[in-house]
């Protein structure tokens, strides 16, 4: 069953704490993005990669953190420079072309203790 | 990339067609429109996309004006289901980044 699969569904945080969300994808493609959403508004960028091996930020960067060592996965660290962590994440992923059509997780909400 | 308005809600009854604006007045000639909906708590579901013809699928139609300033998202016959925000979204190919703005609240009601 092709897809992207991300976990946990629910996350929590401790202060100081730096935790980490899982993005696993199935469909083979080189493309994968991480975005946040807040309750009532739109999904913002945070990460992007185009290739193994490489990303580059999106428009809300500061206190997260990204790997991408292989193609499947695309894991985000929310770090504890991230003063406003509460929100939905979610993952996607796309074939890199002239086209790009996104699918996406199913997110991961994360909350504050 | 260009950005989109669009309505912030709107109503439709079920069996119905929905048809939802979008105005992008300041979109460029290599720039696609694309349309996403998601329903609530769900990750955002790819619905349609065109540059300049109109495009339909299983899904939906899309009707993009011939100066390319606006287009009309056309659900044929609405179900219950269709309750989702609908996000219009115009792409540049080469950026890889889609902009998501607020998007319409589409309420279907029987």
């Known amino acids: 069953d092709g897809g992207i699969t991300q976990s946990p569904k629910y996350l929590f945080r401790k202060e100081g704490q730096n935790v980490t969300l899982s993005c696993e994808q199935n469909?083979?493609?080189?493309?994968m993005y991480w975005y946040r959403q807040d309750p009532g508004q739109g999904l913002r960028l945070i990460y992007y990669?185009?290739?193994?091996?490489?990303?580059q930020k999106g428009d809300i960067a500061e206190g997260y953190s990204v790997s991408r060592e292989k193609k499947e996965s695309f894991p985000l660290t929310v770090t504890s420079a991230q003063k406003n962590p509460t929100a939905f994440y979610l993952c996607?992923?796309?074939?890199?072309?002239?086209?790009?059509?996104?699918?996406f997780g199913a997110g991961t909400r994360l909350s504050v203790l | 990339d260009a950005k989109t308005t669009q309505p912030t809600s709107m109503d439709c009854a079920e069996g119905r067609a929905a048809n939802l604006p979008c105005n992008h007045s300041?979109?460029?000639?290599?720039?696609?429109v694309y349309w996403y909906r998601q329903i609530h708590s769900q990750g955002p579901q790819y619905i349609i996309h065109?540059?300049?013809n109109n495009e339909t699928n299983e899904m939906a139609s899309l009707i993009i004006t011939e100066d390319r300033k606006s287009s009309t998202l056309i659900l044929p016959h609405a179900t219950l289901r269709d309750t989702a925000v609908y996000y219009c979204?115009?792409?540049?190919?080469?950026?890889?980044?889609?902009?998501f703005g607020g998007g319409t609240r589409v309420l279907v009601k029987p």
């Open positions: 979204i115009v792409y540049k190919a080469a950026g890889n980044k889609l902009t």
């Open positions: 065109g540059l300049k």
């Open positions: 996607a992923s796309s074939m890199t072309s002239l086209q790009n059509i996104q699918y």
């Open positions: 300041t979109i460029s000639g290599n720039e696609y």
């Open positions: 469909l083979n493609h080189d493309a």
């Open positions: 990669s185009q290739i193994v091996n490489d990303f």
